[in-house]
């Protein structure tokens, strides 16, 4: 078993500590752990679902949809891709603008979501559409930086740096993949739409919420 774990931009330091990326984060886990005490009923309640929206019932859990999850695996593997992107995102652009385009990123992909599958009565939930916009926002951001990730395969593990041109554009070259082998599911599981939709309205909105052009990294670091 392997797989690569994002930690965060290696080629720059962080100008400020990441407030908002921090308050994001605690909310998805302060949302999760109703969750856990609500069970079903609270995820009903506050999941969209796509034939109940279009019908114009329910609109709030357009929103409210972003801070559920599905699972611990769910949670933990999204609010990891936020901390390892999303505090640069902010640094390039403020607090309050970055939280904005957060919460448009996510509901652009909702939006997509339900366009591709309007009669479906499966709940749709998770950050991952707000945070694939985090993740496009980065790209067109930072594309020379470096990502410091974590490598492991079996026992093997080492911390390594990669392109962030390479790492985000290979999830993203994925998310089409899976988008082509989906589409005509109408069971649940990953929300590939919704990623590709929320990944590419970071690209062509974040020039709108930057505060200033793209830089190139102050120095390759040297390990």
């Not at 790492?167 to 994925?174: C, D, E, P, T, V």
Request: no cysteine.
């Amino acid at each position: 078993m392997g797989g690569l774990i994002p930690l965060g931009d290696a080629s720059r330091p962080r100008l400020r500590f990441p407030y908002a990326t921090v308050s994001i984060i605690a909310l998805n886990v302060y949302v999760f752990f109703h969750e856990l005490q609500g069970g079903d009923a609270f995820v009903l309640q506050w999941a969209a679902v796509p034939a109940v929206i279009l019908s114009g019932q329910n609109l709030i859990t357009l929103l409210t949809s972003m801070f559920l999850h599905g699972s611990w695996s769910h949670i933990l593997g999204n609010m990891i891709f936020l901390w390892a992107f999303g505090p640069a995102m902010e640094d390039a652009m403020n607090p309050v603008s970055y939280t904005l385009f957060y919460l448009l990123g996510g509901l652009a992909a909702m939006l997509a979501q339900m366009a591709a599958s309007p009669g479906s009565l499966l709940p749709t939930l998770g950050a991952s559409g707000a945070i694939a916009a985090v993740m496009g926002g980065f790209l067109v951001t930072y594309p020379r930086d470096r990502i410091r990730a974590l490598f492991f395969f079996f026992f093997f593990i080492r911390i390594t740096f990669i392109p962030a041109i390479l790492l985000i554009g290979f999830w993203f070259f994925m998310q089409l993949l899976n988008v082509g082998s989906v589409a005509s599911v109408q069971t649940g599981g990953v929300a590939y739409v919704a990623h590709v939709a929320g990944f590419l309205f970071g690209v062509l909105v974040t020039p709108l919420f930057r505060r200033q052009r793209y830089q190139p990294p102050p120095a390759w670091p040297r390990y």
